[in-house]
């Protein structure tokens, strides 16, 4: 108003009820081969309404991974992992499924200190981002779309390789030893 005085209130303009859950499991199927599986459910159910608006909806959308490890050599593992999201109508568009399956190979040297990894992502580049919302009075979509799938190459060396340090003095309290 023209006295610079400014008026705030709240509302509640919906109600929302969301659940769900989640299920995994790590398998050690044999002494080469070991899993780890999950799977998830969400939901939201949402009841309200604003300037001639129905803000009423009801959204459900699942995923899916896993992750095996195969033991070659106890010096070489093979990985394959992969995922998929389920696609869902949600409060302000639509969003598409996804998925993708990855691989990486790792080969140790030197009593483990060095490893060297090549990883494939998205191998049959299957993965894409993309979401629409439709109002009436505007209309948007994004999307990402990798071009190809991705490869790298990583080379790491470990120190210490993660052993405790031999010198357990203890002479300043516990952990504190120099």
Do not use: C
């Amino acid at each position: 108003n023209d006295q610079g005085i400014l008026t705030v209130g709240w509302d509640n303009l919906a109600i929302n009820r969301s659940y769900g859950f989640e299920l995994g499991s790590n398998l050690n199927i044999s002494k080469m081969l070991s899993a780890n599986l999950a799977a998830s459910a969400f939901g939201l159910h949402s009841e309200g309404y604003l300037a001639n608006t129905d803000l009423n909806f009801d959204v459900f959308s699942w995923t899916v991974r896993g992750m095996f490890n195969i033991k070659a050599t106890p010096n070489t593992s093979f990985q394959i992992s992969g995922f998929f999201n389920s696609g869902a109508k949600e409060q302000q568009g639509i969003r598409n499924d996804q998925g993708m399956i990855s691989m990486s190979l790792r080969q140790d040297f030197m009593k483990k200190q060095l490893s060297l990894t090549f990883n494939f992502q998205d191998v049959f580049n299957l993965f894409k981002w993309e979401y629409d919302i439709t109002e009436p009075t505007y209309t948007t979509k994004m999307s990402f779309i990798p071009p190809y799938p991705q490869l790298s190459l990583a080379l790491s060396y470990r120190i210490n390789n993660y052993k405790p340090s031999k010198n357990n003095n203890d002479t300043y309290g516990p952990g504190m030893g120099m």
